[in-house]
């Protein structure tokens, strides 16, 4: 069995490569991506290395076959005499490669994120006996506020927060699509937000928390005075300490699942995954949503010199959360979800592996706290 994987130096998919190169097996994985091979090979080793689970064989890296690939191409940019070689023996296709900018130009989305998934649908069409799992988001939801999402639920009547969520809604469409025109069965995975307490190096694919916490820094060390830098990043808080206020819903939550879970949550399904035509499409999301007040507190403990106010509306913002607002403001909607998420599917497919334990303050603590201080911090 030979096994096709696109997106594998991102924060998700080289833990999946990760997962399959420990499966005990000698056979080829076949890895898309950006560049010639051999930088291909060098950036998805350094992504697979740097972590230490599962556990995998001295050579397992030997198995890797990398192509030049890119998602925003037509055909991904594959000649059409390299297909057969891309695509030989393949019986699984996982699709993670996405391009999560939650602020990026639409039309760049759409090319990576539903064209790109569209030339993968192509290409599996020359591995007539692969299953395709598509990695999407639980975030398809959109503005859906409230309520008991279900893993079969696809709908845009609620429109969406940002175009990122659009393009994967519409990605998801496209397998739907595809599988009504060939008769293929895939699995869509809908992760929710992925989070891990290990710190990640510098160079290597960030998790969401830690892309957000960089956003808050980067606007703290370009905006504020000096004094309040080191008040704040050096969590020298002396005196009353500083109250910064930002947009949204101090009562809402939000859904992050750990991404060791998901992974092994992942590859059970892909082991079980139904054997009929069609689409089945399986929430990953922690089976209790982390309140928004853990988060503040979190960034409270992170940054001692600041205290965190979150509420629905600013009046006279300081220059200061100005700055910060319009930096974040795409994530304020978040927090005022109240929603919840189905996971039979999941539950039915991952039978044995224990839910994940419930996500607290220093478990978030450990999330936000990058590998080194940033330079001149």
Known sequence: MTVLLTGATGFLGCRILRALLADGTDEPVHVLG?????????????????????????????????????????????????????????????????????QADPVILYRTNVLGTRGVLNLAESAPNAHV????????????????????????EAGFHVPYEETKHTAERLVHAWCRRTGRAATILRPSLLITDRRVPDGLPEQPLGVLARLVEHTLRTSADEATRTRILHGEAHGAAMTFRVPGDPGGS???????????????????????????????????????????SAFEARYPGMTVQISPTIPAPTPLESAVIADTAHLAAYSTQRRTYDRTHLLRAVTGLPDPPPLGTAYLLRALTPAEAPAGL
């Open 34 to 102: 950006r560049g010639t091979p051999p930088d291909l090979r060098t950036r998805v080793e350094a992504a697979v290395s740097w972590l230490d689970s599962p556990p995998i064989q001295p050579d397992a890296l030997r198995r890797l076959r990398c192509f030049t690939a890119d998602m925003a191409h037509p055909e991904l940019g594959i000649e059409p005499g390299e297909r057969a070689r891309v695509t030989d023996g393949v019986t699984v296709i996982w699709h993670c490669a996405a391009l999560l900018a939650l």
């Open 133 to 156: 799992l598509h990695i999407s988001t639980a975030y398809v939801a959109g503005r859906r506020q409230s309520g008991h999402v279900t893993e079969d639920d696809l709908s845009d």
């Open 254 to 296: 939000l859904n992050f699942v750990q991404a060791d879970y998901a992974v092994s949550a992942m590859t059970r399904v892909m082991a079980r995954r139904a054997r009929g035509a069609g689409v089945h499409t399986v929430h990953v999301t922690h089976p209790h949503n982390t309140p928004v007040a853990l988060v503040k």
